[in-house]
C-alpha cells in the first residue's frame, strides 16, 4: 500500500499546522488541461494544484512527481467547481468566477485572467457557485449555485446575459444536453429542472423525493449529481441514484447504493458514480453493479475522466474527494496510484 | 761428513791391504794427518777441471785394465797371471789415484758447504736490519699521522666570527698587522679575545645573582608585612557582613560561590558562568524592581566541594582508576534492579558517574511559580542532565488527568520539537553502553535526569552528527547563544503547564473554564455538555478506530499526552480523542471525533464531521484568545460544544419520522447547507450572533 505508516517524527510548530491542514483538506473539483497531460484540482482553502499527468504515468515516475508541478491561491474559499476551454480554465467557488489562461499556468506564472462575479442579491453571505457548465455552441458559461439561480455569461463579452430562476434552494449539479441547447439542474430542494437556453425558460421538472421508488427521506431530498445522454438522465443524492427517461419523466432503474452519491457520469455503456464511501462504483444501465473499485480517500466528491484526443497515453480516470489525494485509475478495474497535494 | 768419509775410507783400506798388522794402520794414520792438513791446502792449488779429466782418464784405464784382466783370464796360460799382476799394480795405482780424488772431491764440497752457509748468515743479517728499519719507518709514519690529526680544545669553542672580532675586539687583543696574514696568530688572538670576553660576563654573572639575592630579600620582607595585614583585612569583613546583609549586596555570597565554581566541570561551569550572566542582565534591565531577592533566574551550587577536589587531582595522574572513588560513589550510587553480573553492575555505575556538583537553577514565573531545575554532569559519558520540578505559591489540587503535565519526567520534554531527553546525545555513548551492556539511556533517565539536546547546548556542549569528534569541549558562545531562547521556552512550558493544570481541574468536574476575555468567541447558549475528561494512554489512542489518520500523519508520537473527552447533548454522544503535544499552546491539540446519533459517525463517513474537527484543529488560531494562548485547550472544547450545538440542531429532519425533532433549531443560521458537500453553517460571527459558512 502507498499509505504506509510513517514513523512518527516530532514535528515543530509550522510541520503540525502544515500536516493538519494536508489532513483536513478536501478536493472539490478537477480539470484537465486541453492538452491532456495536465489535471488541475482545487481544494476546501481555495488552492489549484496542477498535476502533470504524463510525468506521473510515465515508465521513469518518482514519487516527486505525483506532487503538484505548481501551487497556488486561487481563491479565499473552496475552489468548488473548475472547467477547462482549449484556452482557459475557469475556476470558481466563492461567489466569483475567475479565468486562467492554461499557457500561463503552465509556465507557473499564475496570474488572473480576469474575474466575475454574477448579479447576486444583496445578501449577508456571498452565495457560492456550485457549478460551471460550458455550452460550447453558444460560447457561453452557465454558472450555478448559492443563490438558486443558473447564470449565463456570454464568454465573448464577459456578461452576464440571462439569470433562470426556479429553484427553491442551492443547486448542486448542472449537466447539458448536447444536440438541443437545454440544462438540466439539480438543487437542495430535490428538483431536477430542465432549462431551454434559447427561451430562458423552465421546460421541464422533476421532482425526484416524491416519487417513492427512490425517495429516502433519512438522507434528505437534495440532488448531488445529475448525468445526462440524449434521452437519459441519471442523478443521486439523498434520494437513490435513478436512471430517468426524459421524455416520460418516469425512473426506470434504481441503482442499489445506500451512500448517497456525489458525482455521477456516462462512460461508454456503464455509469461511473461516486460519493460518500472510498469507492468508484461502476453500473450496468440495468441496475448491477458491476464493479466497486475502493480508491484513497473516505469520501469522493468528483470524478474526472480525460478524454482528450490531444494525449491518448493519459486516458485515465481521476477521483478526488476528502483527503488531499487524487487517485488515478489507468484502468477501470484498480486504483494506479494517487497524486497528492 | 768427513768423519764418515774416513770411515768408508778405513775398510776400503783394510781391505785393500788384506791382513797387515795394525802398527802399520797406525803409521799412516799419522801420516795421513800430516797428509790431510797439506792435503786441504792442496786443495786450493788444484784445478778442478783438470782434477776432473785425471778422473775421466783414471777411469778409463781402469776399464782397459780390467778389460785386459778380463782378457787374460778368459784365454787362461801360465804367462798371464804375471801380466795380470801387472795389470793388477796399475789398477791398484789408479785405484789410488780415485782415491785421492775422491778425498780432494770431499775436502771441495765441504769447503763449498762452509762458504755458502757463511754467506747466508750474512743475508740473514741484513735482512733482519732492513725489516727494523722499515718498521721504525712505519712507526714514525703513524706518529706523523697522529700528529696532524691532533684536534686542539679551542676548535670547539664558539668563537665570535671574525668580522665581529675585528670590529670589536680591542687593537692590543687584535692586532690586525700581525693577525691578518697569519691564521695561528688570528685564532690565538681570536682566543685571547674569547677569554676576555668571558671573564667580563662572568663577572655581570656574579653582579645579578647577587642583586636577585636583594631583591629577594625584599619581597620576603613585603611578604611579612601582608601576611600581617590578611587577619586585620578578615576582621573588617566580618565586621561588614551584617552592613552587607542589610545592604542586599549579597558580595561575600557572590565571591564564595566563584570559589566553588571553580570546581565544577567545565560544561556546569560554562552553564553556571552563562545562566548567572544571564540573570543579571535580566535584573539590570527591571531596574525598577528595588529588591534583588526577586530577580527571575537564581544560580547556585550543591554538593560536596571536597569530593571535588578529590576527584580533580588522581583524574590528573591516573585517569581510569577506578579504586579512588569509593567516596563519592557512595553519594552518587544509583539504586538500580539486582543484575546477575555484579561487576558489570559496578562497570555501569561508573560509567553513569555524575559529578559531585551540580547546579540549580531557579527560573521564577510570573505567577510566582518557581521552576528549579537541576543540572547534572556525568563524567564518563560526557554529557549533561536535568532533573526538573515546578513549585507554586499556591498548593495545587491535582487533578487525576493531570497527573504527566508537572511531573519532573515530562515537564520539559520536547521543548524544541523532538528533543524528548531519552537518547544520549553523545554519539559516542553507544559504544560505550555496548561495552557494559546498557542497550538504552531510557532506562536511566529517571534518576540520573534528561539528557536533553537543551541542556548540552547551554553547557556549551555540541555533538556534530556530521563530524563527530573526539573530545568536545564547553564553548561559552554556543551556551549564550541559546540562553535566552531556552529560558524563554522554559518560562512558557512553566506557564502554559500551569494553565493546563488549572484547566483540567475544572475540565474533571465538566466545567469548561471560558475565561471572561474569550467569551465573544462563542455564542451565549451553549447546550452542550462536557461530561468527561480523562487521560488515555498512547497504546489506547492508537488502537481507536476513528484516530487512524493522525497516527497515519506521524502526529501521534508517544512523547504526546492523550485525553479523551465526551461531550454529550441529549442522546447524541461526541467522543473526542485529544492529542497534546508538548508543545502545547504553540502547537495545538489535536481532536479526532466519533458522533454516536443515528449510528456511528466519524470523519471517514461524514464530512460534517470532518469539516468539525478542521474548525477545532486548523481554525484554531481563532481560539487562542489573548496572548500567550493557554487558554486555548478550553476554547477548543468549548467550540468543540457549540460545533455539536449546530451539527445536531441542523440536521435535516426526517419527514417520514413522526413527532417533534429531538434538537429544535435555536441556533440563527443563513444557510443550512453549502456546497457540494453540504457543509453546515459552523462558523460564529460574533457580535451578530448567527452562524454562517466558513
Redesign the interface.
Known amino acids: 500500500m502507498e499509505r504506509a505508516v510513517p514513523y512518527t517524527v516530532p514535528l515543530g510548530q509550522r510541520e503540525v499546522f502544515q500536516a493538519l491542514q494536508r489532513l483536513h483538506m478536501t478536493i472539490f473539483s478537477q480539470s484537465v488541461s486541453p492538452c491532456g497531460k495536465f489535471l488541475a484540482s482545487g481544494n476546501n482553502y481555495g488552492q489549484i494544484a496542477i498535476f502533470s499527468l504524463s510525468a506521473a504515468l510515465s515508465s521513469e515516475a518518482k514519487e516527486e512527481s505525483k506532487k503538484p508541478i505548481v501551487t497556488f491561491q486561487a481563491h479565499d474559499g473552496p475552489v468548488y467547481s473548475m472547467v477547462s476551454t482549449d484556452r482557459h480554465l475557469f475556476s470558481a467557488g466563492d461567489g466569483e468566477v475567475k479565468a486562467w489562461l492554461w499557457v500561463e499556468i503552465l509556465k507557473k506564472g499564475c496570474k488572473e485572467l480576469w474575474r466575475r462575479q454574477p448579479p447576486y442579491r444583496t445578501s449577508l453571505e456571498v452565495p457560492e457557485i456550485n457549478a460551471l457548465l460550458l455550452v460550447p455552441k453558444e460560447n457561453s458559461l452557465i454558472l450555478a449555485g448559492g443563490d438558486c439561480q443558473l447564470h449565463t455569461m456570454d464568454l465573448e463579452t464577459g456578461t452576464f446575459t440571462q439569470a433562470l430562476r426556479g429553484h427553491t434552494d442551492y443547486i448542486h449539479c448542472l449537466a447539458l444536453r448536447e444536440r438541443n441547447p437545454e440544462v438540466l439542474s439539480g438543487g437542495e430542494d430535490g428538483a431536477v429542472r430542465l432549462w431551454d437556453l434559447r427561451m430562458a425558460k423552465e421546460v421541464q421538472t422533476i421532482e425526484v423525493y416524491k416519487h417513492e421508488e427512490c425517495s429516502r427521506p433519512h438522507n434528505g431530498r437534495w440532488i448531488g449529481c445529475l448525468a445526462t445522454d440524449s434521452d437519459w438522465m441519471v442523478c443521486g443524492g439523498g434520494p437513490a441514484l435513478t436512471l430517468w427517461h426524459l421524455r416520460s419523466s418516469t425512473p426506470t432503474t434504481i441503482f442499489p447504493m445506500w451512500a448517497p452519491q456525489k458525482h455521477v457520469t456516462f462512460y461508454q455503456d456503464l455509469i461511473l458514480s461516486a460519493g460518500q464511501g472510498p469507492c468508484v462504483n461502476q453500473w450496468q444501465l440495468s441496475g448491477e453493479l458491476k464493479a466497486q473499485v475502493p480508491g484513497s480517500s473516505p469520501g469522493l466528491l468528483s470524478l474526472s475522466l480525460n478524454q482528450q484526443p490531444a494525449a491518448p497515453e493519459c486516458k485515465v480516470l481521476t477521483a478526488a474527494g476528502s483527503s488531499c489525494r487524487v487517485d488515478v485509475f489507468t484502468n477501470l478495474g484498480y486504483r494506479a496510484f494517487s497524486l497528492s497535494f | 761428513m768427513s768423519s764418515e768419509s774416513s770411515k768408508k775410507r778405513k775398510p776400503k783400506v783394510i781391505r785393500s791391504d788384506g791382513a797387515p798388522a795394525e802398527g802399520k794402520r797406525n803409521r799412516s794414520d799419522t801420516e795421513q794427518e800430516g797428509k790431510y792438513y797439506s792435503e786441504e791446502a792442496e786443495v786450493d792449488l788444484r784445478d778442478p777441471g783438470r782434477d776432473y779429466e785425471l778422473y775421466k782418464y783414471t777411469c778409463q784405464e781402469l776399464q782397459r785394465l780390467m778389460a785386459e784382466i778380463q782378457d787374460l783370464k778368459s784365454r787362461g796360460g801360465k804367462d798371464v797371471a804375471a801380466e795380470i799382476e801387472d795389470r793388477r799394480i796399475q789398477s791398484c795405482v789408479h785405484f789410488m789415484t780415485l782415491k785421492k780424488l775422491n778425498r780432494l772431491a770431499h775436502i771441495r764440497l765441504k769447503k763449498g758447504r762452509d762458504q755458502t752457509h757463511e754467506a747466508k748468515q750474512k743475508v740473514d743479517a741484513y735482512h733482519l736490519q732492513l725489516q727494523n728499519l722499515l718498521y721504525e719507518v712505519m712507526h714514525l709514519q703513524k706518529e706523523i699521522t697522529k700528529c696532524l690529526e691532533f684536534k686542539s680544545k679551542h676548535e670547539e669553542i664558539d668563537l665570535v666570527s671574525l668580522e665581529e672580532f675585528y670590529r670589536e675586539a680591542p687593537p692590543d687583543i687584535s692586532k690586525a698587522d700581525i693577525t691578518k696574514g697569519d691564521p695561528h696568530q688570528q685564532t690565538l688572538a681570536r682566543l685571547d679575545w674569547e677569554l676576555e670576553q668571558r671573564k667580563r660576563l662572568a663577572e655581570k654573572y656574579r653582579e645579578c645573582l647577587s642583586n636577585k639575592e636583594k631583591i629577594l630579600k625584599e619581597i620576603e620582607v613585603k611578604k611579612e608585612y601582608l601576611s600581617s595585614l590578611q587577619p586585620r583585612l578578615n576582621s573588617i569583613m566580618q565586621a561588614s557582613l551584617p552592613v552587607q546583609e542589610y545592604l542586599f549586596m549579597p558580595y561575600d555570597q557572590a565571591h564564595k560561590q566563584y570559589e566553588t565554581a571553580r570546581h565544577l566541570p567545565p560544561p556546569l561551569y560554562v552553564l553556571f558562568v552563562q545562566a548567572t550572566a544571564y540573570g543579571q542582565a535580566c535584573a539590570h534591565m527591571k531596574s525598577s524592581q528595588p529588591p534583588r531577592q526577586d530577580k527571575t533566574l537564581s544560580v547556585a551550587i550543591e554538593g560536596s566541594v571536597d569530593e571535588a577536589k578529590a576527584l580533580f587531582k588522581p583524574h590528573e595522574d591516573s585517569q581510569d582508576d577506578e579504586s579512588d572513588s569509593d567516596a563519592e560513589e557512595e553519594q552518587t550510587t544509583k539504586r538500580r534492579r539486582p543484575t546477575l553480573g555484579v561487576q558489570l553492575d559496578d562497570k555501569r555505575k561508573e560509567m553513569l558517574k555524575r559529578h559531585p556538583l551540580s547546579l540549580m537553577l531557579d527560573l521564577k514565573c510570573k505567577d510566582d511559580s518557581v521552576l528549579h531545575l537541576t543540572f547534572y554532569y556525568l563524567m564518563n559519558l560526557n554529557i549533561m542532565t536535568v532533573k526538573a520540578k515546578v513549585t507554586t505559591t499556591t498548593e495545587l489540587i491535582t487533578p487525576i488527568s493531570a497527573g504527566d503535565l508537572l511531573s519532573p519526567d515530562s515537564v520539559l520534554s520536547?521543548l524544541y520539537?523532538?528533543?524528548?531527553g531519552k537518547k544520549t546525545p553523545n554519539p559516542a555513548n553507544q559504544y560505550q553502553f555496548d561495552k557494559v551492556g546498557i542497550l538504552t539511556l531510557r532506562d536511566y533517565v529517571l534518576e540520573l535526569g534528561h539528557p536533553y539536546l537543551w541542556v548540552q547546548k547551554l553547557g556549551g556542549l555540541h555533538f556534530p552528527k556530521e563530524h563527530p569528534q573526539q573530545t568536545v569541549i564547553a564553548d561559552h558562545s554556543l551556551s549564550a547563544s541559546h540562553m535566552e531562547t531556552t529560558m524563554k521556552l522554559l518560562k512558557t512550558r512553566v506557564q502554559s503547564r500551569l494553565a493546563l493544570h488549572k484547566q483540567f481541574a475544572s475540565l474533571e468536574h465538566g466545567i469548561i473554564p471560558v475565561t471572561s476575555d474569550c467569551q465573544y468567541l462563542f455564542p451565549a447558549k451553549v447546550v452542550s455538555r462536557l461530561v468527561k475528561w480523562v487521560t488515555i494512554a498512547h497504546e489506547d489512542y492508537m488502537e481507536l478506530p476513528f484516530t487512524k489518520?493522525?497516527?497515519?500523519?506521524?502526529?501521534?508520537?508517544?512523547?504526546n499526552l492523550y485525553y479523551m473527552a465526551l461531550v454529550e447533548r441529549g442522546t447524541a454522544k461526541l467522543q473526542a480523542a485529544v492529542v497534546l503535544?508538548p508543545?502545547y499552546s504553540?502547537?495545538?491539540p489535536?481532536f479526532q471525533l466519533c458522533l454516536n446519533w443515528k449510528g456511528e459517525k466519524t470523519?471517514?463517513?461524514d464530512?460534517n464531521i470532518?469539516a468539525m474537527?478542521?474548525e477545532v484543529?486548523?481554525c484554531y488560531t481563532e481560539l487562542c484568545g489573548p496572548r500567550p494562548g493557554h487558554q486555548l485547550l478550553t476554547n477548543q472544547l468549548q467550540r468543540l460544544c457549540v460545533l455539536l450545538d449546530v451539527y445536531l440542531e441542523t440536521e435535516?429532519h426526517?419527514?417520514?419520522?413522526e413527532g417533534p425533532k429531538e434538537f429544535p433549531q435555536e441556533k440563527m443560521c443563513?444557510?443550512l447547507?453549502?456546497?457540494?458537500?453540504?457543509m453546515k453553517p459552523f462558523k460564529y460571527n460574533h457580535p451578530q450572533g448567527?452562524f454562517?459558512?466558513?
Not at chain 2, 520539537?417 to 524528548?420: A, M, Y
Not at chain 2, 489518520?549 to 512523547?559: K, R, Y
Not at chain 2, 426526517?654 to 419520522?657: A, G, P, R
Open positions: 520536547c520539537p523532538g528533543d524528548h489518520d493522525i497516527v497515519e500523519a506521524g502526529l501521534a508520537g508517544d512523547t503535544n508543545g504553540s502547537i495545538p489535536i470523519n471517514s463517513n464530512d470532518r474537527e478542521s484543529n486548523v435535516s426526517d419527514d417520514s419520522v443563513l444557510r447547507f453549502r456546497g457540494p458537500s453540504r448567527f454562517s459558512h466558513r
